[in-house]
């Protein structure tokens, strides 16, 4: 199992560009969320979808759309990027908890995703 | 206001003696607790976690402490290795589906 894949790993944006990045998971988890990294912090959350074709914002959602029309895949957009949203962006995962109602918040995160806005 | 803080960023243990990382939340609304490492150019990695009405759990050499009344949890980690130099992060989970992380504590290991 690949478990939660992001690509691409780095990019290099000018401002004003776009782009997507594109995670994807394959353990069947419910949960999808894409967090930021900027040093010396923790993790943000941007946005996230608790199933197929639902989505939700986080504390940090603007500047960024997401989409999850696939269950395993999350995708997190920059319509026009800007030098804040340089950052390490990471996608994790979850699945629902014993009872079927709650994840117990286990997260299951990528590698990350470096992006640098000039 | 910042509802998880791990106010120390970074310490520093001898090899086999103990490792205390700390935490602090605000919101009493929090279901699970746990403790993520991670290193450098890796995602973070899950290590423990505890419910919120529990006050106590242990796996291996990982054990985490809940104290509800005072808002704080505590990761230790008996011996320390240096293979557990990494920066630990603190989170909070609600039931609503989000995440909570301080800013993460560096610990390092020395031989």
């Known amino acids: 199992n690949a478990g939660v894949t992001q690509t691409p790993k780095f990019r290099v944006l000018k401002t004003g560009q776009s782009m997507t990045l594109l995670c994807a998971q394959d353990m069947n988890h419910e949960y999808m969320y894409w967090y930021r990294q900027d040093p010396g912090m923790g993790l943000r959350l941007i946005h996230y979808s608790v199933g197929e074709g639902t989505t939700a914002k986080g504390e940090v959602p603007d500047g960024y759309n997401v989409s999850r029309l696939k269950k395993q895949n999350f995708l997190l957009g920059l319509e026009s990027a800007a030098p804040s949203q340089t950052s390490v962006y990471f996608c994790a995962s979850s699945y629902l908890g014993p009872d079927r109602r709650w994840n117990t918040g286990e997260l299951f995160f990528g590698e990350g995703s470096r992006l640098t806005v000039l | 206001d910042q509802q998880v803080k791990q106010n120390s960023p970074s310490l520093s243990v001898q090899e086999g003696r103990i490792s205390i990382l700390n935490c602090d939340y605000t919101?009493?609304?929090?279901?699970?607790f746990l403790w993520y490492k991670k290193y450098p150019a890796e995602g973070p990695t899950f290590l423990i976690s505890?419910?919120?009405?529990?006050d106590k759990n242990e796996d291996g050499r990982f054990t985490v402490f809940l104290n509800k009344s005072a808002k704080h949890l505590s990761l230790h980690i008996v011996p320390s290795q240096p293979g557990d130099s990494a920066v630990y992060f603190c989170a909070a989970f609600s039931g609503a589906g989000k995440s909570t992380f301080g800013d993460g504590t560096t610990l390092t290991v020395k031989p």
């Open positions: 505890i419910s919120s009405i529990k």
């Open positions: 919101n009493s609304m929090f279901d699970y």
